[in-house]
């Protein structure tokens, strides 16, 4: 198993631009979800899907869009990039619905790095 | 407001020593408690995970307590090794549907 793996690891861009993070797991996992990481702050949930077709949003989810048509597949959007989107994103991914709730071990990628300018 | 707070911001603790991080919460209602690694430029990684009925958990030579009544948990590191060097980070969730808060971590430094 893979496990939880995000693309691109870095990525700069310019204010305005689009573009999608990519997040993949091979575990079957039901929950997957994305985060972003500043420094000073713990990380904070932007959106998060609890199957395929079902999204729903996080503590953060202005500028972001998200899709699931895939149980293996969780792309991130920005639509229009603002400098302050620029952070740390990690996509995770645990077993049932309810992981939150639930003792399910929530597996994290490695991160994808983006700088708006 | 759920909160997360973790003590100390940092620590440096000679390899071989014993540790202690905090993590205080006002998450309510509460459903669990995580403690996670994550070392430089990774993802974080699971460590414990407890509920509100259990008091005590340990993976390795990590040890998480949790007092519920307290709205307090504690992560013993026992013997470090200099690949103990890392953030630890607490989580809490609970508080509203699907809803999770993180701690900003201690970083944790382990030296010769």
């Known amino acids: 198993n893979a496990g939880v793996t995000q693309t691109p690891k870095f990525q700069v861009l310019k204010t305005g631009q689009s573009m999608t993070l990519q997040c993949a797991q091979d575990m079957n996992h039901e929950y997957m979800s994305w985060y972003r990481q500043d420094p000073g702050m713990g990380l904070r949930l932007i959106h998060y899907?609890?199957?395929?077709?079902?999204?729903d949003q996080g503590e953060v989810p202005n500028g972001y869009n998200v899709s699931r048509s895939t149980t293996e597949d969780f792309p991130l959007r920005l639509l229009s990039a603002a400098p302050s989107q620029t952070s740390v994103y990690f996509c995770?991914?645990?077993?049932?619905?309810?992981?939150?709730?639930?003792?399910?071990?929530?597996?994290f990628g490695p991160g994808t790095r983006l700088t708006v300018l | 407001k759920n909160q997360v707070e973790q003590s100390p911001q940092s620590l440096i603790i000679l390899e071989g020593k014993n540790c202690t991080l905090q993590?205080?919460?006002?998450?309510?209602?509460?459903?669990?408690l995580r403690w996670y690694k994550q070392d430089t430029g990774r993802g974080p990684v699971s460590l414990t995970i407890m509920t509100f009925s259990e008091n005590t958990k340990s993976n390795g030579r990590y040890t998480a307590t949790l007092d519920a009544d307290t709205k307090q948990s504690s992560l013993h590191i026992t013997a470090s090794q200099l690949s103990d060097s890392a953030s630890y980070i607490c989580?809490?969730?609970?508080?509203?549907?699907?809803?999770?808060?993180f701690g900003t971590g201690t970083k944790l430094q382990v030296i010769p």
């Open positions: 995770a991914s645990s077993y049932s619905r309810e992981s939150l709730r639930s003792t399910d071990t929530q597996y």
């Open positions: 989580v809490v969730s609970g508080g509203g549907y699907q809803k999770v808060t």
């Open positions: 899907s609890v199957g395929a077709g079902i999204t």
């Open positions: 993590c205080n919460y006002t998450v309510s209602p509460f459903s669990n």
